[in-house]
């Protein structure tokens, strides 16, 4: 069974500083690890899919890298506008294309 | 105007009424899932439909049924609602290759 844990539970940034998220997964034959953007009350928003090890991938201020058993969101010089609840999202191989979802990391950016 | 759309964003019913809640999508895709969400637990798959004749029970089907009426159109019903079905609802599409995921705006159930 696909499992993915994400930490921390809640981060609290002030705006400008750095840090980062944390996706553990285990999975039979990762096909794509995904990262969605969720504001209260909204449908998640896609960010991005990495697919394997040693990818990375960037939209302004965020950067999803990826290795065999986790995945880091980079936030770097985060503003308020940034505050939302991120999710991690993995397809197995035997998961006929169903996203197994982590329970998200709420992140607020205070000013 | 939203590529996934849901109906109604809001709902109230009393427990064990029959409710309906609707999605559709522009985006051409082929593949729709319906999820709930609910504080603590993350989003968890409930229906799956790969095509307009192909319906798949997600990991928390039991006390609800879809209906795939056409490609574009994908219906969630609970057939006797009961309070511990209060929660978020989503639709979501995707491609042939069924990875990435496009959501709607979710469904607000409460059930009294």
């Known amino acids: 069974e696909d499992q993915v844990t994400q930490s921390p539970e809640a981060l609290r940034l002030q705006e400008g500083e750095s840090s980062s998220l944390n996706c553990s997964y285990t999975v039979s034959g990762l096909r794509g690890l995904f990262w969605y953007r969720q504001d209260p009350g909204k449908g998640p928003e896609f960010l991005f899919t990495l697919y394997s090890a040693g990818e990375e991938k960037e939209k302004e201020r965020l950067k999803a890298t990826l290795t065999k058993k986790e995945s880091f969101l980079h936030i770097t010089a985060p503003k308020p506008e940034d505050s939302a609840t991120y999710l991690c999202a993995v397809v197995g191989g035997g998961s006929n294309y169903k996203l197994t979802f982590g329970k998200g990391t709420l992140l607020t950016v205070n000013p | 105007d939203a590529d996934v759309t849901q109906t109604p964003r809001n709902r109230i019913t009393k427990t064990g009424k029959r409710i309906m809640l609707e999605c559709s999508q522009t985006k051409g895709h082929d593949r729709m899932y319906w999820y709930r969400q609910d504080p603590g637990l993350g989003l968890r798959l409930i229906y799956y439909s790969f095509d307009v004749k192909d319906i798949n029970k997600g990991e928390i089907s039991d006390g609800y049924s879809v209906s795939r009426q056409a490609q574009a159109k994908f219906s969630l019903s609970l057939e006797s609602a009961i309070p511990n079905q209060t929660a978020l609802y989503f639709c979501?599409?995707?491609?042939?290759?069924?990875?990435?995921?496009?959501f709607g705006p979710g469904t607000r159930l409460l059930v009294l």
């Open positions: 979501a599409t995707s491609d042939y290759d069924g990875e990435t995921q496009y």
